[in-house]
């Protein structure tokens, strides 16, 4: 467990994101930072990465007793459901003993300050300026220092949504699945037909483009996301036949179908 307190902004009842998720629920920011407060201790008590296996946002609103909660952090990107479980995408920034070590030496550091400028105020000039020349001045702090704040902005930057990540290859003029080796080696190693592949394509489209439930959802590397979807067959669009061919499911003729008749 990381510790018995965390981190809270003095403006967290006035950010744009409490009051987006007030709207949306309807509610007053008193409960909505109550709601963040609960999540965020839950997150710290039970997790050291930001990631909560096993757990979705049911589950959340089930433990806090708010029915669309956790639906609305993640609409507001302050958390999100994969097939694994919740993540925090800013855990290490506020939670955890990397943010808490953060937090205890800037209050150090402000204590510093403040016994350093009372000293001032007690010594004549002269003393000072001696004391100043015997002095050399803090050498300023690393970039990306303490958990690699800056590295952590930089990544989160690139984080998008699956129809920017398809527009994005149609304007580099790549396929955004059909030509990842990760998924082709898999493909080749199990036989799987590339068929099914393409189905599962058109259903997790169907979830992640605008209209869909999870079209909200945010990720750094989609191919890579997708991937995870197709070997771990959380569609269930097909079963592996005892000699190692596949078959597509009930759930698969369905999608099938659905789709080829969209398209036609």
């Known amino acids: 467990m990381a510790g018995d307190w965390i981190k809270m902004r003095s403006d967290l009842f006035t950010h744009p994101k409490v009051v987006r998720i007030t709207s949306a629920l309807k509610a007053d920011r008193l409960r909505t930072v109550g709601g963040l407060m609960s999540v965020w201790c839950l997150f710290d008590v039970h997790s050291v990465d930001g990631k909560l296996e096993g757990y ?3 589950t959340v609103d089930e433990m806090i007793g708010w029915q669309g ?4 952090m993640t609409a507001v990107g302050w958390l999100e459901e994969t097939p694994e479980g919740l993540v925090l995408p800013e855990f290490e920034t506020h939670n955890g003993q990397s943010a808490k ?3 205890q030496d800037a209050d150090r550091k402000r204590s510093g300050r403040a016994s350093a400028a009372d000293a001032d105020k007690k010594r004549t000039r002269e003393e ?3 004391e100043d020349s ?3 001045p803090n050498p300023p702090a690393p970039v990306g220092a303490e958990g690699g704040e800056s590295t952590r902005k930089k990544a989160r930057a690139t984080r998008c949504s699956l129809k920017t990540f398809v527009d994005q290859c149609q304007v580099a003029d790549e396929k955004p699945i059909s030509e990842y080796r990760p998924l082709l080696d898999y493909v080749e190693t199990t036989g799987l037909p590339m068929e099914h592949v393409q189905l599962c394509w058109q259903v997790f489209k169907g979830d992640f483009l605008p209209g869909g439930d ?4 945010l990720q750094a590397d989609w191919r890579k996301h997708f991937l995870n979807y197709v070997k771990k ?7 592996a036949k005892p000699d190692g061919t596949f078959e597509l499911s009930t759930a698969g003729i369905q999608a099938k179908t659905y789709y080829a ?3 036609a």
Do not use: D, H, I, V
């Open 214 to 217: 999870k079209s909200s959802r």
């Open 101 to 103: 070590r953060r937090a």
């Open 56 to 58: 979705n946002c049911a």
């Open 134 to 136: 015997k002095t050399p």
């Open 261 to 263: 008749k969209k398209a």
């Open 233 to 239: 067959g959380y569609y269930r669009l097909w079963y």
């Open 128 to 130: 000072k300026s001696r």
């Open 69 to 72: 909660f956790a639906e609305a």
